[in-house]
Protein backbone atom coordinates (compact mmCIF):
# COMPACT_ATOMS: atom_id res chain seq x y z
CA UNK A 1 0.00 0.00 0.00
CA UNK A 2 1.20 3.41 -0.69
CA UNK A 3 0.37 7.45 -0.10
CA UNK A 4 -0.03 9.59 -2.73
CA UNK A 5 -0.37 13.23 -2.49
CA UNK A 6 -2.08 15.29 -5.44
CA UNK A 7 -1.68 18.99 -4.59
CA UNK A 8 -3.26 21.99 -6.27
CA UNK A 9 -3.82 25.35 -5.74
CA UNK A 10 -7.23 26.47 -5.02
CA UNK A 11 -10.11 25.88 -7.77
CA UNK A 12 -7.84 24.02 -9.69
CA UNK A 13 -10.44 20.79 -9.98
CA UNK A 14 -8.77 18.15 -7.68
CA UNK A 15 -11.22 17.59 -5.25
CA UNK A 16 -13.60 16.89 -8.80
CA UNK A 17 -10.62 14.87 -10.19
CA UNK A 18 -10.26 12.93 -7.01
CA UNK A 19 -13.88 11.82 -7.19
CA UNK A 20 -13.74 11.27 -10.62
CA UNK A 21 -11.11 8.97 -9.90
CA UNK A 22 -12.98 7.25 -7.15
CA UNK A 23 -15.58 6.79 -9.38
CA UNK A 24 -13.86 5.10 -12.05
CA UNK A 25 -12.17 2.74 -9.81
CA UNK A 26 -15.32 2.20 -7.86
CA UNK A 27 -17.02 1.64 -11.19
CA UNK A 28 -14.43 -0.93 -12.47
CA UNK A 29 -12.11 -2.06 -9.72
CA UNK A 30 -14.05 -2.71 -6.58
CA UNK A 31 -15.03 -0.40 -3.64
CA UNK A 32 -13.97 3.19 -2.71
CA UNK A 33 -14.28 5.42 0.19
CA UNK A 34 -13.87 8.64 0.04
CA UNK A 35 -13.29 11.04 2.67
CA UNK A 36 -14.64 14.62 2.20
CA UNK A 37 -13.63 17.36 4.52
CA UNK A 38 -14.55 20.51 2.13
CA UNK A 39 -17.77 19.84 0.25
CA UNK A 40 -20.62 18.11 1.48
CA UNK A 41 -22.65 15.16 0.45
CA UNK A 42 -25.23 16.78 -1.63
CA UNK A 43 -21.90 18.61 -3.63
CA UNK A 44 -20.38 15.11 -4.17
CA UNK A 45 -23.72 13.58 -5.25
CA UNK A 46 -24.59 15.75 -7.96
CA UNK A 47 -20.70 15.86 -9.20
CA UNK A 48 -20.79 11.82 -9.54
CA UNK A 49 -24.27 12.21 -11.33
CA UNK A 50 -22.42 14.58 -13.39
CA UNK A 51 -19.91 12.35 -14.45
CA UNK A 52 -21.32 9.63 -16.28
CA UNK A 53 -24.34 11.64 -17.38
CA UNK A 54 -24.91 14.20 -20.22
CA UNK A 55 -25.63 16.80 -17.35
CA UNK A 56 -23.20 19.07 -15.95
CA UNK A 57 -22.94 19.96 -12.33
CA UNK A 58 -23.72 23.36 -12.80
CA UNK A 59 -26.99 22.10 -14.36
CA UNK A 60 -28.05 19.81 -11.75
CA UNK A 61 -27.48 22.66 -8.87
CA UNK A 62 -29.17 25.10 -10.86
CA UNK A 63 -31.77 22.60 -10.89
CA UNK A 64 -32.16 22.17 -14.52
CA UNK A 65 -35.31 20.28 -15.51
CA UNK A 66 -33.35 18.63 -18.75
CA UNK A 67 -30.35 18.14 -17.29
CA UNK A 68 -32.32 16.28 -14.18
CA UNK A 69 -34.08 14.09 -16.97
CA UNK A 70 -30.79 13.28 -18.52
CA UNK A 71 -29.29 12.54 -14.95
CA UNK A 72 -32.01 10.40 -14.01
CA UNK A 73 -30.22 7.46 -16.28
CA UNK A 74 -27.17 7.99 -15.04
CA UNK A 75 -28.60 7.60 -11.37
CA UNK A 76 -30.12 4.20 -11.95
CA UNK A 77 -27.64 2.74 -13.55
CA UNK A 78 -24.78 3.63 -11.30
CA UNK A 79 -26.97 3.16 -7.48
CA UNK A 80 -24.84 0.07 -7.10
CA UNK A 81 -21.43 1.53 -7.51
CA UNK A 82 -19.72 1.31 -3.83
CA UNK A 83 -18.25 4.70 -3.89
CA UNK A 84 -18.81 5.36 -0.23
CA UNK A 85 -18.56 8.82 0.85
CA UNK A 86 -17.99 10.39 4.00
CA UNK A 87 -18.77 13.66 5.16
CA UNK A 88 -17.12 15.42 8.02
CA UNK A 89 -16.62 19.24 8.74
CA UNK A 90 -14.10 17.96 11.03
CA UNK A 91 -12.01 14.99 11.26
CA UNK A 92 -9.36 13.29 13.44
CA UNK A 93 -6.91 11.37 11.55
CA UNK A 94 -7.71 8.42 14.32
CA UNK A 95 -11.17 8.20 13.57
CA UNK A 96 -9.92 8.24 9.85
CA UNK A 97 -7.92 5.00 10.26
CA UNK A 98 -10.65 3.75 12.27
CA UNK A 99 -13.48 3.98 9.79
CA UNK A 100 -11.21 2.64 7.05
CA UNK A 101 -10.41 -0.23 9.05
CA UNK A 102 -14.14 -1.04 9.42
CA UNK A 103 -14.46 -0.19 5.92
CA UNK A 104 -12.15 -2.72 4.54
CA UNK A 105 -13.10 -5.52 7.09
CA UNK A 106 -17.07 -5.49 6.05
CA UNK A 107 -16.62 -3.63 2.06
CA UNK A 108 -12.88 -4.95 1.14
CA UNK A 109 -12.03 -1.61 0.08
CA UNK A 110 -9.73 -1.17 -2.91
CA UNK A 111 -8.98 2.42 -2.32
CA UNK A 112 -9.09 5.19 0.09
CA UNK A 113 -9.08 9.10 -0.85
CA UNK A 114 -8.81 11.71 1.59
CA UNK A 115 -9.94 15.74 0.67
CA UNK A 116 -8.17 17.10 1.71
CA UNK A 117 -4.85 16.56 3.93
CA UNK A 118 -4.52 20.03 5.28
CA UNK A 119 -7.84 20.22 6.87
CA UNK A 120 -7.11 16.54 8.85
CA UNK A 121 -6.75 16.78 12.73
CA UNK A 122 -4.55 15.38 15.02
CA UNK A 123 -3.12 15.88 18.68
CA UNK A 124 -4.30 19.85 19.39
CA UNK A 125 -1.16 20.18 21.98
CA UNK A 126 1.45 19.72 19.25
CA UNK A 127 2.73 21.94 16.65
CA UNK A 128 1.19 22.03 12.98
CA UNK A 129 4.11 20.71 12.14
CA UNK A 130 4.23 17.74 14.30
CA UNK A 131 0.49 16.88 13.39
CA UNK A 132 0.86 17.10 10.16
CA UNK A 133 3.92 15.28 10.48
CA UNK A 134 1.99 12.67 12.63
CA UNK A 135 -1.25 12.98 9.73
CA UNK A 136 1.22 11.67 7.09
CA UNK A 137 2.89 8.66 9.17
CA UNK A 138 -0.49 7.27 10.01
CA UNK A 139 -1.72 7.27 6.23
CA UNK A 140 1.33 5.38 5.28
CA UNK A 141 0.69 3.43 7.67
CA UNK A 142 -2.75 2.46 7.37
CA UNK A 143 -2.25 1.93 3.65
CA UNK A 144 0.28 -0.72 4.21
CA UNK A 145 -1.80 -2.44 6.98
CA UNK A 146 -4.83 -2.78 4.61
CA UNK A 147 -2.78 -3.03 1.44
CA UNK A 148 -4.36 -0.56 -0.43
CA UNK A 149 -3.58 2.81 -1.90
CA UNK A 150 -4.51 6.05 0.04
CA UNK A 151 -4.52 8.94 -2.17
CA UNK A 152 -5.02 12.32 -0.04
CA UNK A 153 -5.03 15.95 -1.67
CA UNK A 154 -3.06 19.18 -0.84
CA UNK A 155 -2.47 22.48 -1.45
CA UNK A 156 0.13 24.07 -3.17
CA UNK A 157 1.21 27.77 -1.66
CA UNK A 158 0.86 31.05 -3.48
CA UNK A 159 4.66 30.78 -4.06
CA UNK A 160 4.44 29.04 -7.30
CA UNK A 161 1.96 31.47 -9.17
CA UNK A 162 4.56 34.30 -8.55
CA UNK A 163 7.41 31.99 -10.38
CA UNK A 164 7.65 32.61 -14.42
CA UNK A 165 7.88 28.70 -14.17
CA UNK A 166 4.58 27.47 -12.71
CA UNK A 167 5.75 23.74 -13.06
CA UNK A 168 5.18 22.77 -8.73
CA UNK A 169 8.08 21.81 -7.11
CA UNK A 170 7.99 19.56 -3.64
CA UNK A 171 9.13 22.49 -1.83
CA UNK A 172 5.65 24.62 -2.87
CA UNK A 173 3.35 21.81 -1.14
CA UNK A 174 1.67 23.37 1.60
CA UNK A 175 3.56 21.85 4.93
CA UNK A 176 5.97 19.55 2.86
CA UNK A 177 9.24 19.50 4.98
CA UNK A 178 6.13 17.63 7.44
CA UNK A 179 4.65 15.15 5.11
CA UNK A 180 7.28 14.30 2.61
CA UNK A 181 9.27 11.41 4.62
CA UNK A 182 6.13 8.88 4.51
CA UNK A 183 5.05 10.05 1.57
CA UNK A 184 5.40 7.05 -1.81
CA UNK A 185 4.37 9.82 -4.52
CA UNK A 186 4.18 13.39 -4.77
CA UNK A 187 1.99 14.97 -7.56
CA UNK A 188 0.67 18.10 -8.56
CA UNK A 189 -2.49 19.58 -10.86
CA UNK A 190 -1.48 22.69 -12.41
CA UNK A 191 -2.16 24.91 -15.77
CA UNK A 192 0.72 27.01 -17.74
CA UNK A 193 0.08 30.30 -17.94
CA UNK A 194 0.89 33.47 -20.61
CA UNK A 195 2.44 36.44 -19.90
CA UNK A 196 -0.50 38.27 -19.25
CA UNK A 197 -1.89 35.80 -16.86
CA UNK A 198 -4.21 33.44 -18.94
CA UNK A 199 -4.32 30.09 -17.70
CA UNK A 200 -3.75 27.49 -20.89
CA UNK A 201 -6.13 24.27 -20.98
CA UNK A 202 -5.12 21.48 -20.60
CA UNK A 203 -4.42 20.81 -17.10
CA UNK A 204 -1.35 18.80 -16.22
CA UNK A 205 -0.60 16.04 -13.61
CA UNK A 206 3.09 16.14 -12.89
CA UNK A 207 4.55 13.35 -10.45
CA UNK A 208 7.22 15.35 -8.72
CA UNK A 209 8.78 12.73 -6.68
CA UNK A 210 7.99 9.28 -6.69
CA UNK A 211 9.79 6.49 -5.01
CA UNK A 212 10.10 3.26 -7.85
CA UNK A 213 9.80 5.54 -10.93
CA UNK A 214 10.40 8.50 -12.81
CA UNK A 215 9.01 11.75 -12.54
CA UNK A 216 6.92 13.17 -15.35
CA UNK A 217 4.24 15.63 -16.93
CA UNK A 218 0.77 14.38 -18.81
CA UNK A 219 -1.72 16.68 -20.30
CA UNK A 220 -5.09 15.76 -18.74
CA UNK A 221 -8.68 16.59 -20.29
CA UNK A 222 -10.88 17.89 -17.32
CA UNK A 223 -13.72 19.42 -17.76
CA UNK A 224 -14.50 21.95 -15.06
CA UNK A 225 -18.69 22.25 -15.54
CA UNK A 226 -18.67 18.50 -14.88
Known amino acids: GELTVIAARQKMG ?41 ATADELFRGDEHGWKRAADTISRNVDVPLFIKEYPQLHIAKLCAIARRYKRERNIRLVIVD ?23 LKALAKSLNIPVVTLA ?22 DAIGGHVDVLAAIWRKTLPHGQTVEPVIFSVILQRMAHSGDAEIGWFASR
Open 155 to 176: QLNANVERRDDKRPRSSDVRES
Open 14 to 54: KSGIALQVGFHIAQTVGPVLFFSIEMSELQIGLRTFAFDGE
Open 116 to 138: YLQLIRANKNDTRELQVSQIGQD
